[in-house]
């Protein structure tokens, strides 16, 4: 197909992907679904006339008429002085486990049944749910410059909702882990969920107003989502990013230092090259509170004329964009105990109700909590109910008063301490 395409364009490439995962389901405390699923495909993109054409199709013998089809789209397609990357390697990367690979859904279903055990025990009203999905995914990507190179990984994802009723007391969590290695840590996981349900039966009253304001690693997301879409070169080449033109400049905290690392072994978002072939290298984007980069696919690069930070991530039938692979905020020096002892009236942000409230790309948030907590004299004294917290990462960030010692993966590809926030606006129906 290739070499078909050669004959018809200036430049091509042709990736290949095969997916086939195995889906465990529980609800309601209880087993309730078992499949497997298999996908397969294949895409196209050529550079004709000077004009970008894309296409896919799940049949793999389709290749007359994809070929026609991504032919016919360039014809179309924008003008972007798009290269494809020559064969350069790409860091080592651990991500795929043949014991993880071939592990039976009847473990996976084990895994499932103990993780609810541990919700039940802490609370035995707890109403679970729960998704695990192992997949084994093999992608293939050549280009007529001369590259080819394929990726295997083997993750395995687990959704996790715990739902506590008590009359007109509602407690929801909704937490997510993954990995791509056969270990204990879906059991420190769940442990974690478990201590929050504990807490979560003390019961505390908060009135509106400015205050200090903790963020768990799950509650953090409500300041990295913002970053996420900042530091997005496709935002920056459309002018939206609030970050534009300010790269050297500081713009946050000196505490703060953001980074996409995708060279970190077993991590589902870490490869030796993206998927378009360029190899994957450690970005500092934000370094002690200085904007240093963005990331950038090969079209982004092309429109904004910087260089690919091999950030181009792609399904099957949507062409590569600039996407995070590992995002990891640099944790800080104090352990998040001595955080805790240290203020006197606060609020813990365990998880938000949602995540996206308010206008993200500008950095405005204005997010209802799901689970959160009092701080009181240096103590965690109980849940509080109906609360909110406001505000903009653009200027909330330029004062942080902690990071903690302690950090974690959460959903998925985030790695973040507790941060702490000084005076932050919090409002409650008290």
């Keep these: 197909m290739l070499e078909r395409l050669m004959q018809q364009a200036e430049r091509a490439e042709v990736f290949e992907i095969q997916s086939e995962a195995t ?187 400015r205050m200090s304001v903790l963020f768990t690693p799950t509650g953090a997301p409500i300041l990295s989502l913002p970053l996420i879409h900042g530091l997005n070169g496709k935002n920056v080449y459309r002018g939206i990013s609030p970050m534009t033109g300010q790269e050297e400049e500081r713009i946050f905290d000196e505490k703060l230092t953001v980074m996409d690392d995708p060279t970190l072994d077993g991590r589902p978002g870490s490869s030796p090259h993206d998927d378009e072939g360029v190899p994957r290298r450690r970005n500092v984007l934000i370094d002690q509170g200085r904007l240093m980069g963005y990331i950038y696919d090969l079209k982004t690069a092309a429109l904004a004329r910087a260089e690919p930070t091999g950030n181009g991530e792609r399904s099957l039938f949507s062409p590569p964009s600039p996407s995070f692979s590992n995002m990891v905020v640099a944790n800080g020096e104090t352990p998040v105990g001595d955080i805790v002892a240290g203020i006197d009236k606060g609020l813990l942000v365990e998880t938000p109700l949602g995540l996206g409230q308010g206008n993200v790309i500008s950095g405005a948030f204005s997010n209802n909590l799901s689970l959160a907590f009092k701080i009181e004299r240096g103590e965690i004294v109980g849940r509080v109910k109906d609360v909110s917290v406001a505000g903009n990462i653009y200027q909330d960030l330029r004062d942080i008063e902690a990071l903690s010692l302690e950090s974690e993966w959460v959903y998925g590809g985030i790695r973040l301490p507790y941060i702490l926030l000084p005076r932050l606006n919090v409002v409650t129906k008290n």
């Design 23 to 209: 889906k465990i389901g529980f609800e309601a405390n209880k087993l309730k679904s078992f499949e497997v699923e298999e996908t397969q495909g294949i895409a196209a993109r050529v550079v004709a006339d000077g004009r970008l054409g894309f296409a896919a199709s799940s049949d793999v013998t389709a290749v007359d008429q994809l070929i026609e089809n991504v032919l016919a789209s360039a014809q179309l397609g924008d003008e972007i002085p798009l290269h494809f990357p020559e064969p350069q390697p790409g860091p080592s990367v651990d991500v795929y486990n043949s014991e993880l690979a071939a592990l039976p859904a009847s473990q996976l279903i084990e895994i499932g049944r103990e993780m609810v055990k541990t919700i039940v025990d802490a609370d035995e009203e707890a109403n679970v749910s729960i998704d695990l999905t192992r997949r084994v995914r093999e992608t293939t990507l050549r280009n007529t410059a001369g590259t080819e190179v394929a990726v295997r990984k083997a993750p395995l994802s687990i959704m996790l909702e715990v739902e506590r009723v008590r009359g007109d007391d509602v407690v929801t969590l909704f937490e997510y882990f993954n990995t791509t290695t056969l270990d204990d840590g879906y059991r420190a996981f769940v442990d974690r969920v478990a201590e929050k349900l504990r807490l979560a039966q003390r019961v505390a009253t908060l009135s509106s107003e």
